[in-house]
């Protein structure tokens, strides 16, 4: 079991993650519902310090105070959260002092196969959350999610038939659609934070340009912006979304938009030398944004300003 340790051990299938752990077999090859009461990891020599595993992983965790951060560390609920992994994120075993305590749902892809979801889980942003932005749930979220859970549990449990994958393949899309639910609570009730996160965004937008970074660098991405702000990319594209109707990569074009109108209002740069300044390595796809974000080309706006 044990590998080379810069090289994480890839878990293929439920049968041997389930056999490292200790547990019994899974009642189904390609989805299990584990729940853990004693809040601790089974102990294991064999137990990889990395691995990743291929499959999806939904965990339900009840107590997360003083143990998961999220931001600036604020807290609506004290409840319980939820995590959402998708196959082959890189996990490690060192967390060892954390309360593992819930139960976690491992869904391996092929059993999405025929069914519209195996396309459509790949919507769900909160996959590629980090887990500092667990979603916190309320207590009456929290009796939603263990309903739910419930179900699929005595599903698997009882009712393995030709419509048990029908029933618990629907039970997983209700549960992600809370997910989409809740999350979208989760930003209406910390908004005050969010705020907070969109004031520094444009603050390092702004020191980016005037840095006259772009010059150097190109146009800021996505990811550089979550970087500064220590979230990830799907995180901020949504919580963006939810303030203001637009994701990252809109948000930070409409910046550009702005710095474009005040260079060609302000100044005696060619559009070519804007467009360079602005980090485009070609003039004709600063005036192709610029004409889609104000159907007006560079030279009319500044023509139409004067």
Do not use: C, W
């Not at 340790?5 to 547990?23: I, Q």
């Amino acid at each position: 079991m044990k590998k080379e340790a810069d090289v994480p051990y890839k878990f293929e299938s439920l049968s041997d993650f389930h056999r490292v752990l200790g547990l019994p077999k899974p009642l189904h090859p390609l989805i299990s519902l584990v729940y853990n009461t004693s809040g601790k990891l089974p102990s294991s020599d064999n137990f990889p310090d990395k691995f990743t595993l291929s499959f999806y992983k939904i965990s339900y965790k009840p107590n997360l105070q003083g143990k998961f951060k999220y931001g600036q560390h604020y807290y609506d609920f004290d409840e319980g959260g939820l995590f959402f992994v998708s196959p082959n994120h890189l996990k490690g075993t060192s967390e060892t002092n954390l309360d593992y305590t819930g139960f976690t749902l491992f869904i391996h892809p092929d059993f999405f196969i025929g069914y519209s979801l195996a396309k459509k889980i790949k919507q769900y942003g909160f996959f590629s959350y980090a887990a500092t932005e667990v979603l916190q749930l309320s207590n009456a979220e929290k009796t939603t999610i263990l309903a739910v859970a419930k179900i699929i549990d005595e599903e698997l449990k009882s009712r393995i038939d030709d419509f048990s994958q029908d029933v618990i393949i629907s039970q997983i899309e209700l549960l992600l659609n809370y997910g989409n639910r809740f999350y979208k609570r989760q930003f209406i009730t910390r908004k005050a934070v969010n705020n907070d996160l969109l004031q520094k965004l444009e603050e390092i937008l702004d020191d980016y340009f005037n840095s006259e970074r772009s010059l150097r660098q190109g146009i800021p991405t996505v990811q550089y912006i979550s970087d500064e702000l220590h979230i990830s990319p799907s995180y901020l594209s949504d919580m963006l979304r939810s303030l203001t109707g637009q994701n990252a990569q809109q948000h930070i074009h409409q910046k550009l938009i702005e710095k474009a109108k005040e260079k060609l209002s302000t100044t005696g740069l060619s559009v070519s030398e804007i467009a360079y300044e602005l980090g485009f390595e070609h003039p004709q796809s600063f005036s192709t944004l610029f004409k889609t974000k104000t159907s007006l080309s560079p030279l009319q706006f500044r023509r139409s300003f004067n």
